[in-house]
């Protein structure tokens, strides 16, 4: 992506270049016509604001596929963690290039304007005269290239310094291994307890074999709680250093308000609690399915407020089953520490 994204702004470099010569040839054409009767004819007045609307649309086309292009590379490399200050600045860099380009073309569109007007002589030829009206269909053309290549850095840079987004991808890779450590952990013992519910006692294997998987699982999700704590307090630090320093302020021009930050770091917060709220969700519902089991309770019809068919677990295999249920709940109970633990940071 990186590369490609390059490209784009090395080929875009080359069609703001040619947009703007063929403009400013048939600019040029038409006002070194100008030398014969002194004059520019209704038809070249059209032949130039057309000329300067074609560059005009061509070059911010042209923007825009170096801004989608800068915004994807933002985006993948979002997709496997944040982007660095060094990243941020060499995509700006690139941008900044071409910022620099689209300047230096219109200046020097102006100077052959100048250069054409002021050779013929002509009185009519003046600042007051067909240079003021070709500077003046040129100028709405200036500035809103200019004012487009500024909103183009300023997109991107906003989009690279926006924590929030890789910081939901971190979240979203812990919540899936958590799905999955729960589900090893919980289905052997949902399986032993409706084998218990039709034989009406679980043997010691069963019960070392939920044991095994409930060591497992605690392991896989509290590392997996633990590993994302860092990720969150970084994108928190960033949320609020980034806002007011690098890429952002290079662009901008200007330092953002105490509001700006705020917002940034709302973002940030914003998807710890909707992550905490998912894996609280998930582990909640852990003991609520062992709960539903044990009484011989579908626990998907039972949301239906219907009651299921089913034959409760004896109370002699309740009973064997009972210290693994309190583990399992003193671990869920320990997951949901670490939940607010991480949310926190």
């Known amino acids: 992506t990186v590369p490609a994204a390059a490209a784009a702004a ?48 061509r070059v911010t086309r042209t923007l825009d596929s170096v801004e989608v292009s800068a915004l994807g590379e933002v985006a993948a490399a979002q997709e496997d963690g944040f982007v660095s ?109 409706r084998t218990a519910r039709a034989d009406g006692h679980v043997s010691t294997g069963e019960l070392a074999a939920i044991d095994d998987a409930l060591d497992a699982a605690n392991v896989e999700v509290s590392s997996a709680l633990m590993a994302i704590k860092p990720t969150v307090a970084y994108a928190t630090w960033a949320a609020v250093h980034g806002a007011r320093t690098g890429t952002v302020i290079t662009v ?28 609280a969700r998930r582990i909640a519902r852990v003991a609520a399915e062992v709960v539903a089991t044990l009484a011989g309770i579908d626990v998907a019809v039972s949301r239906d407020f219907q009651t299921a068919a089913a034959v409760a677990v004896s109370v002699r295999a309740a009973n064997g089953v009972l210290p693994v249920v309190l583990r399992l709940r003193r671990i869920a109970e320990g997951w949901s520490s670490l939940v607010d633990d991480v949310a926190a940071a």
């Open 252 to 279: 901008h021009g200007r330092t953002p308000t105490p509001e700006k930050v705020a917002e940034a770091v709302h973002r940030v917060h914003n998807e710890l609690i909707k992550s905490r709220d998912a894996l």
């Open 85 to 193: 200050e060094d990243e941020r600045r060499t995509i700006d860099g690139r941008l900044q290039r071409v910022a620099v380009l689209v300047s230096a073309l219109l200046r020097s569109f102006e100077r052959e304007v100048a250069a054409a007007t002021g050779a013929t002589g002509a009185a009519g030829l003046g600042a007051t005269g067909v240079a003021a009206d070709v500077r003046e269909i040129l100028a709405p053309a200036a500035a809103l290239l200019r004012r487009r290549m500024a909103t183009l850095r300023s997109a991107v840079a906003t989009a690279a310094a926006d924590h929030a987004v890789p910081l939901r991808r971190v979240l979203q890779r812990a919540d899936d291994a958590v799905a999955a450590a729960v589900s090893r952990a919980t289905n052997p013992l949902l399986a032993v307890l």
């Open 10 to 57: 090395a080929a875009g470099g080359d069609d703001i270049a040619a947009a703007f010569a063929a403009a400013e040839t048939l600019v040029v054409s038409a006002l070194r016509s100008t030398l014969v009767d002194g004059k520019l004819d209704p038809s070249e007045y059209g032949a130039i604001v057309r000329a300067v609307a074609a560059a005009e649309l």
